[in-house]
Nanobody, 115 residues
């Protein structure tokens, strides 16, 4: 059973930065593209960014130029560097494969952008 744990969330002022991390089992990380997703209250979970095994990236329009997804293949870890954060980025952030596997959802990490 896969148990993903996201970390790095917190409370930050508008314009601030956070870096999220998520470690995967090696058997999954070496095979799948990885993604970061988020869910705000009252909204459906949405894809924020994804990265291929080779490092190609893709972003939601709302975060382009501000967020950067990366992966460390030696550590089986995927990161999300979030800069210039806005109040509308407030959400619970989740990692998963891309496309996601329902059984892999973890608890997520809360990101709150507020002054």
């Amino acid at each position: 059973q896969v148990h993903l744990v996201e970390s790095g969330g917190g409370l930050v002022q508008p314009g601030g930065s956070l870096r999220l991390s998520c470690a995967f089992p090696g058997s999954i990380f070496s095979v799948w593209p990885m993604g970061w997703y988020r869910q705000s209250p009252g909204k459906e979970r949405e894809l924020v960014a994804h990265i291929s095994r080779g490092g190609s990236t893709n972003y939601a329009d709302s975060v382009k130029g501000r967020f950067t997804i990366s992966r460390d293949n030696a550590k089986n870890t995927v990161y999300l560097q979030m800069n210039s954060l806005k109040p509308e980025d407030t959400a619970v952030y989740y990692c998963n494969t891309f496309p996601f596997v329902r059984e892999y959802w973890g608890q997520g990490t809360q990101v709150t952008v507020s002054s």
